[in-house]
């Protein structure tokens, strides 16, 4: 990389969009989210192996030094990407692509949760065709932001990180010693030949690498789910979330998303099904979190059964039960929003009359 004066300027200026999104949105995370995250993003910048220890002090100043870089850039909008003598948006993922890979790199860009905006770039691994959509594997990263996705989709093109997964899939390494043998998490890792008792090496390290390539192939279902569900529910579900955004309600409404890409015929589990993957189930019921674990506590069950019985028809029966929940909350959800003129009111009727009363029932 070294010799490559124009790609380390790339690098540079994408960083910089990195922290400008950061600075605008670093306040969304909770106190304990953005702690996680800004000890990621060290041990990204910095390159170091998972297995190594973080200096206190260092972290401590580097956070600081982020802090001020965050000042300095809170009030500015995102810049243009110049390569060469041409300028791209930051967002102009394809055209950016086109002059990156032939130096093996790739570029992607897209929105997250209340639209933060998020990039990265890294070495690409391999490239190919999923039905109609292009899927690049991307490696050591070189530039990132705050967010933490192991996967993401603009367009027809799914972007599957590896390195962002290995950090999130090492954060779970260091919980493993703290959970019960018998629990999902232990379960996951021992099917990949972790177990709970093992220390912090540099062979658990390359273990963790090589379970990142294997579950990202699962996050790319996700994202080909997303893609499908996304079309059926067309441009009104796209500006019922601008409308919800920032709001309980974007996050409930998001999860149905989630749970629908999840549980799709050409989804994530099904996937995880067909191709008997035990050990991304169990990191499926590890991950499972937020609304998405509230709206779809069959699959848990089903994940107990399937641990006594090694049935994957329980896990099958599960997946088509949480599609038809999530569907039927995603054409209600709908139906609010054309009920509803103002923002705030279908923001209010959502957490009162839907996302307030599923709590009720399930406590």
């Known amino acids: 990389m070294n010799n490559l004066v124009n790609i380390d300027n790339i ?34 910048e910095k390159g170091l192996k998972l297995c190594e220890r973080i200096p206190y002090e260092e972290i401590s100043e580097w956070m600081s030094e982020r802090e001020n870089i965050w000042k300095e ?20 993922v394809s055209n950016i692509n086109k002059k990156l890979e032939e130096r093996n790199l790739i570029y992607g860009a897209g929105y997250g949760i209340r639209m933060k ?59 493993l010693k703290a959970r019960d043998p018998k629990s999902p998490l232990s379960y996951a890792f021992s099917r990949y030949g972790i177990n709970h008792d093992d220390r912090i090496s540099d062979d658990i390290e390359r273990k963790i690498s090589l379970i990142a390539l294997s579950e990202i192939e699962t996050y790319i279902y996700h994202e ?15 500006e019922l979330l601008l409308d919800l ?15 629908l890409a999840d549980t799709t015929d050409k989804g994530m589990i099904n996937y995880i099904i067909k191709n008997q993957k035990e050990g991304s189930l169990g990191f499926y019921i590890v991950f499972l979190d937020g609304y998405r674990k509230l709206l779809f506590s069959e699959i848990v069950t ?62």
Not at 11 to 40: M, V
Not at 148 to 171: C, E, H, P
Not at 245 to 259: H, W
Request: charge should be neutral; hydrophobic fraction near 40%; aromatic fraction near 12%.
């Open 117 to 175: 905006p998020s990039f990265f770039l890294a070495d690409l691994i391999s490239k190919r065709r999923i039905d109609n959509y292009e899927v690049y594997i991307a490696g050591k990263e070189y530039a990132r932001d705050l967010a933490d996705y192991s996967a993401m989709i603009q367009d027809n093109t799914i972007f599957a990180r590896v390195d962002t997964t290995k950090l999130l899939l090492w954060g779970r390494f260091e919980e």
């Open 224 to 238: 080909l789910g997303e893609a499908i569900e996304g079309e059926k529910l067309g441009d009104e579900w796209k």
């Open 11 to 44: 690098i540079s200026q994408i960083k910089k969009n990195c922290n400008i999104s950061d600075a605008k949105f670093w306040g969304e995370y909770s106190i304990c989210g953005l702690l996680l995250r800004l000890r990621e993003l060290y041990r990204s």
């Open 245 to 259: 955004s920032g709001r309980k309600a974007e996050f409930f409404t998001r999860g149905i998303k989630d749970l």
């Open 302 to 363: 089903a994940f107990k059964k399937f641990i006594d019985s090694g049935d994957w028809q329980f896990i099958e029966d599960a997946r088509i039960e949480g599609y038809k929940k999530a569907k039927r909350y995603a054409e209600r959800l709908l139906s609010v929003r054309k009920d509803f003129h103002g923002k705030v009111e279908v923001s209010e009727y959502i957490e009162k009359e839907i996302i307030d009363k599923i709590k009720i029932v399930k406590s």
């Open 73 to 92: 850039l809170q009030d500015k909008e995102l810049e243009d990407i110049i390569i060469g003598e041409s300028a791209y948006g930051p967002f102009e």
